[in-house]
């Protein structure tokens, strides 16, 4: 059975593969993924080859464009941003989502982030909300960015 780990450069091919599965209706270049794990190592894991999470810390209202670079980290962050978390099929319900949630709330918690926030896609915000997320409404400028993520897309924050 897999387990997290911290995430290294040379894991950066198994998450282009799973990726390339998991959000094949949202591809983003392995740029960004190599520069999410360069900003913050701290809020990138691996799940043995199955699945991966990347986190920032990030501003509340202004999560970054689908496939955008960052350049830097803000600097006042208000939350930790979910940049993505992807487990395989036939690897999902065994616990790998919620333990994953749990370690992000503790790493937010340790950098005093009194939040988490992300952009649901592929009609997952009923499982971000047993999570404790909740859908927030924004301005056009947030509007404007989760278009980058599809139809679907809901920005929601869940605070700590």
Not at 124 to 133: K, P
């Amino acid at each position: 059975m897999p387990v997290w780990r911290p995430m290294v450069a040379t894991d950066l091919p198994t998450v282009m593969t799973i990726a390339a599965r998991v959000h094949a209706d949202y591809p983003e270049h392995e740029a960004v993924f190599a520069e999410r794990l360069a900003l913050f190592a701290a809020g990138c894991a691996m799940l043995g080859q199955v699945g991966y999470a990347i986190a920032h810390p990030g501003v509340i209202g202004a999560p970054p464009p689908l496939d955008h670079l960052l350049g830097t980290l803000p600097r006042r962050p208000d939350c930790l941003y979910l940049h993505d978390v992807a487990i395989l099929d036939g690897h999902r319900g065994g616990g790998h989502g919620r333990a994953m949630h749990q370690r992000l709330c503790r790493l937010a918690r340790s950098d005093d982030l009194p939040r988490l926030a992300l952009v649901a896609v592929n009609h997952s915000e009923a499982v971000w909300r047993r999570l404790g997320f909740r859908a927030q409404a924004g301005d056009q400028a947030l509007a404007a960015k989760l278009q980058s993520y599809g139809p679907d897309a809901v920005y929601m924050v869940r605070d700590l």
